[in-house]
């Protein structure tokens, strides 16, 4: 019961994600969704190596080609590799884009050494995983 109303939240979320029309030169910041989960990383130190570089490529896919709306990037080295993807909306310019992901980067950080973490703002999403 509780998985299918996850399923059907889901849904809608995505549902409005693809047909709500914001306003030009809005980066879209309000938080709809954060999650970290409870399971802590090996090395903390090794996971933020990869974190940082993760975080840092995908911006870097976001500014150096600004019709990208959608980017991944890993960074697998030792222990604790990073997964990471970001997405936002198709209509957002680049400037409000990378705004929406210098807001998550920050938001995800504050799962410190957790091994997931997703975080869902009505203009962006951003999701790591470290397994
Ligand atoms: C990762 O980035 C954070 C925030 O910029 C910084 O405080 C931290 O020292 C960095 N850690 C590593 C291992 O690069
Ligand atoms: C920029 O990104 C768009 C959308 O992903 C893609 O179609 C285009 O080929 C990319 N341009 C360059 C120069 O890589
Ligand atoms: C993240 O942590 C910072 C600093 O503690 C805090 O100001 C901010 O509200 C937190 N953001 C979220 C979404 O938890």
């Known amino acids: 019961m509780v ?6 939240l889901t849904l809608l979320v995505l549902w409005s994600w693809w047909n ?3 306003a030009v030169g ?3 910041t309000l938080l709809l969704k954060f999650e970290c989960s409870v ?27 600004q019709s990208k709306h959608f980017v991944t990037a890993q960074s697998t080295t030792g222990t604790d590799p990073v997964y990471a993807m970001f997405q936002c909306r ?23 050494t957790m091994n997931t973490a997703r975080a869902i703002y009505d203009g962006c999403i951003l999701r790591y995983t470290s397994i």
């Open 3 to 8: 998985q299918l109303k996850l399923v059907a």
């Open 20 to 22: 709500f029309e914001g």
């Open 26 to 28: 809005d980066p879209q």
């Open 39 to 65: 399971v802590s990383v090996h090395d903390s130190a090794n996971f933020f190596q990869n974190l940082n570089a993760s975080l840092a490529n995908l911006k870097s896919q976001l500014v150096s080609n």
């Open 90 to 112: 198709n209509y957002l310019s680049n400037t409000d884009c990378v705004t929406c992901f210098a807001v998550a980067a920050a938001t995800v950080r504050n799962c410190s």
